[in-house]
């Protein structure tokens, strides 16, 4: 994965629930061409994050939680946006955004989880709802039916290993997709 729109795992329960956050930096190159259009004041209009950029975080979170429930042994891809409903609100720079995936069902097919995504206010601390997100992954290697695919698990990547253990979620290297032959 190129991107990872995930900043820190703040709570991972292994098949139930993860919990991660996104800061949104004005550093971003994504959120000078992205805008807020609604500015009823009349101020400059405002960079955002856009809702696509949003939901790939969003699926990330979701990921981590499927792929953990199987200690990263099965290569876990997006394969549906089932939902996906935003409130209107923007996130620019200075927001934080807090990820929140529920495992719905897993088999070894794949998976359904069901999310939120919550807007934090830098100043206040006030926390408001931004969007519900419902995600279906595939385990690819059950799903390939005669395709070849690498057989290194190349959707968790050293980055989301790096993720988890920067966030306090050692990986066991027994299962780290890092240190298989």
Not at 22 to 39: C, G, P, Q, T, Y
Not at 69 to 93: M, N, Q
Request: charged residues 25%; aromatic residues 8%; proline residues 6%.
């Amino acid at each position: 994965m190129r991107w990872t729109y995930l900043d820190l795992i703040t709570d991972l329960v292994k098949g139930e629930r993860c919990v991660a956050i996104r800061n949104i930096s004005w550093a971003e190159e994504v959120l000078h061409d992205h805008f807020d259009v609604d500015d009823a004041a009349g101020r400059r209009p405002i960079p955002v994050m856009p809702n696509t950029l949003v939901i790939e975080g969003a699926a990330q979170c979701a990921g981590v939680l499927t792929g953990h429930a199987h200690d990263f042994r099965e290569k876990v891809l997006l394969a549906k946006i089932g939902k996906a409903t935003f409130t209107g609100l923007s996130a620019g720079p200075g927001t934080t955004l807090r990820h929140t995936a529920v495992l719905d069902r897993i088999d070894a097919s794949g998976a359904a989880t069901v999310g939120t995504v919550e807007l934090i206010d830098p100043h206040t601390g006030d926390v408001q709802p931004y969007a519900e997100i419902e995600l279906m992954f595939s385990h690819i290697d059950q799903n390939r039916k005669g395709l070849a695919f690498p057989e290194h698990n190349f959707v968790f990547t050293d980055d989301f290993m790096d993720l988890l253990e920067r966030s306090g979620y050692p990986v066991d290297p027994s299962i780290d997709p890092r240190r298989r032959a």
